[in-house]
């Protein structure tokens, strides 16, 4: 059994729930968020429902013992920050997780929405409260798919799913399977068959990731000769995203995400900010620590924040 999550003291000392400004944004959610889910509530002294929101999701925080933190931002006082995730309206609530937010809602909520909201969020990292029964077997499973055995990964992942329909681990990780063994369609049928309730846990949009970068590889032009389009023209953008497809493909993992980074530097609006999203496709493939992603998350945020 393992044992997820905070413990009473973190919660004695106040960590759990905190105000951040403009200056240390990037370290009390972006950062934090890498290793637990952070929830931000957006509001102002002025906003009469943030009134009622706010010590209600505080309770709700609270109750999940360390298994996810709240910042607070009040936008009177740090407008650059609403400004930057286009906050229109307040009370606004976002769920950070591995840098990005992936969850979230406008407006006052019932109680019983606020409890579900918060539970849902702790379960990205885990839970305070998870059972860990059937964590070894995940844990097997992705050795052996590391190893190469992708179909005795897939008999553990089914297997596991036999005993927790929604485990969201186990899902994700039975698509990886099917897509270790070249068979995609396979893998696209297991996703779209995943339950509505954790269609969007971050283990499925991992593995969704990974299916679209295996559709986009076969499909990838010639690496040469779009390098060589790229070397006689650093603007033609289409060659650059082209390119670090083409290299993705081949395994080439980080210079795919330099080419990217260098698009995104170039023209970020290009394609509707084509080069930005397949960054996050690539980051969201990948292990959360790997350190493609963190140091590639890292340039990109500071020249989204720039």
């Not at 931000?40 to 999701?57: E, H, N, Q, S, Y």
């Not at 969850?103 to 019983?112: I, K, L």
């Not at 530097?265 to 959360?288: H, M």
Request: glycine letters at 8%; aromatic letters at 6%.
């Amino acid at each position: 059994m393992l044992e997820l999550g905070g413990t009473p003291d973190t919660a004695a000392t106040g960590e759990l729930i905190k105000d951040t400004t403009e200056a240390t944004f990037m370290a009390d959610v972006v950062d934090l968020s890498q290793e637990i889910p952070v929830i931000v509530d957006f509001w102002a002294p002025w906003c009469g429902p943030c009134k009622t929101l706010g010590p209600a999701l505080e309770a709700a925080v609270q109750k999940a013992k360390g298994a996810v933190r709240m910042v607070k931002v009040n936008v009177d006082e740090n407008q650059t920050i609403a400004g930057q995730l286009r906050i229109q309206s307040i009370p606004t609530v976002y769920a950070f997780w591995k840098g990005q937010p992936v969850d979230g809602f406008q407006g006052a909520v019932p109680g019983s929405e606020i409890e579900e909201f918060v539970k849902r969020v702790a379960e990205l990292g885990g839970g305070a409260d998870a059972d860990g029964g059937l964590a070894e077997a995940i844990e097997a499973a992705e050795e052996m798919l590391a190893q190469g055995a992708a179909v005795d990964a897939a008999q553990t992942f089914a297997a596991i799913l036999g005993e927790e329909p929604q485990n969201a681990a186990a899902y994700g990780g039975l698509v990886r399977a099917h897509l270790a063994m070249d068979d995609l369609d396979q893998a696209e049928a297991i996703l779209n068959g995943a339950p509505a309730e954790i269609s969007h846990a971050p283990e499925l949009e991992a593995a969704a990731a990974a299916l679209a970068l295996a559709r986009q590889a076969e499909n990838a032009g010639p690496e040469a000769e779009l390098r060589a389009r790229v070397e006689a023209d650093p603007d033609d953008h289409q060659a650059r995203f082209d390119l670090a497809q083409s290299l993705h493909a081949k395994g080439d993992v980080q210079e795919a995400v330099n080419e990217l980074l260098e698009l995104f530097r170039r023209d970020r609006e290009w394609n509707e900010g084509a080069a930005k999203a397949q960054l996050f496709t690539i980051f969201d493939a990948l292990k959360p620590q790997d350190p493609i992603v963190l140091a590639g998350r890292r340039k990109l945020s500071s020249m989204i924040f720039a």
